[in-house]
């Protein structure tokens, strides 16, 4: 997918923009481009219904940048903002600072009396091409893993690509797909919920239930990879899931002897593991259950929560096994909406 200039940026915006407004038999027309107006910025200022608006146009607007255009909207001309997607934190600064928005996705808000519309519109989205195409990648999936990790700071190419060992070629141009689709900030900030939702379409995890549990015996941690030693800096298997999700701090119910669920680094592993422990012949009675993790990074960099919960298995980030919880189409998103890790940053 081709990435858009900050030219056409606008003029997408612009003419998303005037074909929102007839369809709500609204005129509009483009006053000028680059302008200023009672000395702020704005890309354009657009006439609508007969009153000038400074617009503002963006790809992504994150939850800061929200902040950021609602402390800069006293200006004489009411301002706009046109983009691909707005975080639904940023439209309640916005709205609250009375800051008028297009979220390009179907949502405009409009008020400059007696010009009044709140309400849900035709997605103008369809041309760019669709925003999952850019998380069908492995490294597409490690690169939103690691801008939602730490979703208030700034990532760059080279950075990302160390810690997910990854070609900088690669992460640039992933990077580059998840900005064209509204999901990252040019910085590499995420849109979040919206980045953490989209990756939740793409995560699947094909358990194997398993007879019995690995032995953690040298002999047999070696022969299945456990990865047991310095876990943060090794591949190996990681607990995610339910257990997991519990040394987290979810709120969540499991009984002391519920079994874990694992990641593992390969479909290799998977088959040792079933020709060691043996398939479950009832998945109600199983002892664990194994998966090939659907990429690298899960197994890279696991973490280890025995100092914090009575969990002796490595467990894999926070981000992994929300995505996991949230595949219970029934109670998962309930779930995560009660979950309130300490120290870390929601995103779902």
């Known amino acids: 997918m081709p990435r858009r200039t900050a030219a056409a940026l606008e003029d997408d915006a612009l003419e998303a923009l005037a074909e929102t407004l007839a369809h709500l038999g609204v005129a509009a027309r483009t006053l000028s ?23 503002e146009v963006k790809s992504v607007v994150t939850a800061e940048r929200g902040r950021r255009l609602a402390a800069g909207a006293g200006r004489r001309a009411p301002l ?3 983009a691909d997607r707005i975080a639904d934190d940023a439209k309640r600064t916005l709205r609250e600072a009375g800051v008028n928005y297009l979220d390009r996705r179907g949502e405009m808000r409009l008020v400059a009396p007696p010009l009044i519309l709140d309400t849900v519109v035709e997605s103008t989205l369809a041309e760019i091409g669709g925003f999952r195409n850019s998380l069908d990648s492995q490294v597409a999936k490690e690169v939103a893993i690691c801008c939602l990790l730490t979703p208030d700071e700034a990532h760059g190419v080279r950075q990302t690509a160390r ?48 007879a019995a549990l690995p032995s953690t015996r040298p002999q047999d941690a070696q022969r299945l990879g456990l990865g047991l030693n310095e876990p943060e800096h090794t591949p190996g298997w990681a607990l995610t899931d339910t257990r997991a999700a519990a040394s987290w701090g979810m709120p969540i119910l499991a009984r002391g002897d519920y079994p874990p669920d694992f990641y593992v680094p390969s479909d290799s592993v998977v088959r040792a593991a079933r ?12 002892a664990c259950t194994v998966a090939a993790t659907p990429v690298r990074l899960v197994c890279l960099h696991r973490l280890d929560h025995s100092r914090t919960s009575k969990e002796r298995w490595p467990v894999a980030n926070h981000i992994v096994v929300a995505l ?15 979950w309130n890790p300490e120290g870390i940053v929601r995103v779902w």
């Open 33 to 55: 481009r680059g302008s200023r107006s009672d000395d702020h910025a704005a890309d354009a200022v657009v006439e609508i219904g007969g009153q000038r608006f400074d617009v």
């Open 80 to 82: 706009l903002v046109v």
């Open 163 to 210: 810690l997910i060992n990854r070609a900088p070629s690669a992460v640039s141009s992933a990077m580059a797909g998840l900005r064209d689709d509204g999901l990252l900030t040019a910085s590499g900030e995420p849109l979040i919920p919206d980045l953490f939702h989209e990756l939740t379409t793409f995560w699947k995890r094909r358990a194997v239930a398993l």
């Open 275 to 286: 020709l060691l422990l043996g398939d479950a012949d009832d998945p109600a009675v199983r």
């Open 324 to 338: 996991d919880i949230a595949q219970d189409q029934a109670r998962g998103l309930e779930a995560l909406q009660q």
